[in-house]
């Protein structure tokens, strides 16, 4: 990162009697720690932080600190709005208000992926897929003639991921009548290019679901779970390798004979943690971690009452082994505590305005570079 001159006046010719921290000290320790929002207001000092700011080193920099400790938020769409806000925080007074960049309403946008700021969504009623972040207002349409980036609801798949270079990428999982055809988007370079699948034909048919929560980006994999419908139990993980481009199988912990089960798949710790529901009337929930192309349980997940069934949530982890997050299909956030095996409700229901959440770092990182 390039050094700044003449950027701030010294300190130490006013009555304050602070020292001069200097404007390489404050590039790289301070402003690198402060939320997003306030790095947007540091922008508008002088052309010299404008410039390091909007760096490709800065913007790294930051998402790293913001990507640490309790910083993730939750972002929610309803049917005529879009908000930012943060966990255990009153939503009536703390919540940031967010208007869409696309000419559609809230409820016609789906989220499919986040990371680092960075959501992936597709707009209902053209099915097209954008890049966006939502604090600094940053969109892209990556949509193109020749089809790609059309996401068919139910039956695709989409993760967000960072490769070897930094590029941060969509892949894009369709289904079609025969194939399964695999697509790559680069924000580096704003093209798509084609990935070869597995030489399994079957994972086309109707009998196999592909997890509609997107894809888990942990360390250098994005990781899907594909379950058949029709055979309880039956679940496998897809592990693409953002480094190879190669797509392989890894197997499902094992949780009994004929027990329906689901997995949601989440990062924990850059380690990639699989909770399993399974059983049907009295349904139990073990934490699993894989290690060494081996699953290990780590805990089982406490029986909390109002807890609602997994099957119909997803089950995302927040910042700690402590906390994480149960979002149901119809719009509830939960709040649960490991430890204290405490369950709160953050965002209530609301069956006449859906409501569709996703975890959300608040980061600089620009939709696309172009």
């Not at 699989?274 to 081996?294: N, T």
Request: net charge neutral; proline share 4%.
């Amino acid at each position: 990162m390039k050094k700044l001159k003449g950027c701030l006046y010294s300190t130490s010719e006013s009555n304050t009697k602070l020292p001069d921290l200097g404007p390489d000290l404050i590039m790289s320790e301070i402003l690198p720690r402060l939320p997003a929002k306030c790095v947007g207001r540091a922008k508008k000092v002088c052309k010299e932080w404008l410039s390091c700011i909007s760096s490709k080193e800065f913007v790294m920099m930051h998402c790293r600190h913001m990507c640490k400790g309790s910083r993730q938020k939750i972002l929610s769409i309803g049917q005529e709005s879009c908000f930012i806000s943060s966990p255990g925080v009153d939503l009536v007074d703390e919540k940031t208000m967010i208007t869409l960049p696309f000419h559609v309403r809230p409820f016609d946008v789906w989220i499919l992926s986040s990371l680092n700021g960075l959501l992936c969504v597709c707009l209902r009623n053209t099915f097209e897929m954008l890049i966006w972040n939502p604090l600094i207002r940053s969109c892209i349409n990556i949509s193109d003639s020749k089809s790609y980036g059309f996401f068919k609801i139910y039956s695709d798949a989409v993760g967000l991921y960072i490769d070897s270079s930094n590029d941060y990428r969509v892949l894009h999982i369709k289904r079609g009548r025969f194939t399964v055809d695999v697509m790559a988007y680069s924000r580096r370079t704003s093209h798509w290019k084609r990935i070869p699948f597995l030489q399994k034909r079957h994972y086309h048919t109707n009998g196999y679901v592909w997890s509609g929560g997107g894809g888990t980006f942990c360390e250098d994999g994005l990781y899907f779970t594909v379950f058949q419908f029709w055979l309880a139990g039956d679940i496998v993980i897809i592990r693409f390798d953002v480094n190879t481009e190669t797509l392989s199988e890894i197997g499902f912990p094992y949780v009994g004979n004929g027990e329906t089960c689901q997995g949601n798949l989440v990062n924990m710790n850059n380690k990639l943690h699989v909770f399993v529901s399974h059983g049907f009337i009295d349904m139990a929930v073990d934490l699993w971690r894989y290690e060494g192309e081996h699953w290990t349980k780590v805990m089982l997940f406490p029986k909390i009452s109002y807890i609602p069934t997994p099957v119909w949530c997803s089950i995302t982890h927040v910042s700690s082994e402590e906390n994480c997050f149960v979002m149901t299909d119809w719009g509830e956030v939960y709040e649960i505590d490991l430890n204290k095996k405490t369950c709160d409700l953050f965002i209530p229901s609301d069956w006449n305005h859906a409501i569709r959440t996703a975890m959300y770092v608040e980061t600089i990182v620009p939709a696309s570079l172009q």
